[in-house]
């Protein structure tokens, strides 16, 4: 794939979490994906995001930084929301909270195959 062409799917992705179309979740992430090195498989990637959509219901993955090298794609992810209890530790409680991540994703056959992920908790923490 293109530099164009994976930024693109990424968007898509994104657009598919957003609109938490869980249905063509399979479109983008692959069967035996691997999250932070663990095999989390399609099932247990998809349960993470209905998860966190339980906890955060008004999450938003707003993309500010996406650069793509095939296979490759790393992109800085915006939050600005109001998780109801807990989030990452936290007693957030329906407090407003912003906060990155940043994300590298590997691309194999037209799909997420690997995601490695780290969330500025310390900004969270700050705001609290």
């Not at 957003?18 to 691997?34: H, Y």
């Not at 929301?81 to 590997?106: Q, S």
């Amino acid at each position: 794939m293109s530099h164009d062409d994976l930024a693109s799917l990424y968007k898509d992705y994104i657009a598919c979490l957003n609109e938490q179309d869980w249905d063509n979740l399979g479109r983008f992430i692959g069967e035996e994906v691997q999250y932070n090195g663990e095999t989390v498989g399609l099932s247990g990637y998809r349960r993470m995001l209905e998860d966190d959509f339980q906890a955060i219901p008004d999450l938003r993955f707003n993309i500010e930084l996406l650069v793509s090298e095939p296979p490759r794609v790393a992109a800085r992810l915006h939050f600005d929301c109001r998780p109801k209890g807990m989030l990452f530790g936290l007693a957030v409680n329906g407090r407003r909270v912003t906060f990155a991540e940043n994300v590298f994703y590997e691309i194999r056959d037209g799909r997420i195959r690997e995601v490695w992920s780290v969330i500025d908790k310390a900004a969270i923490q700050a705001q609290l």
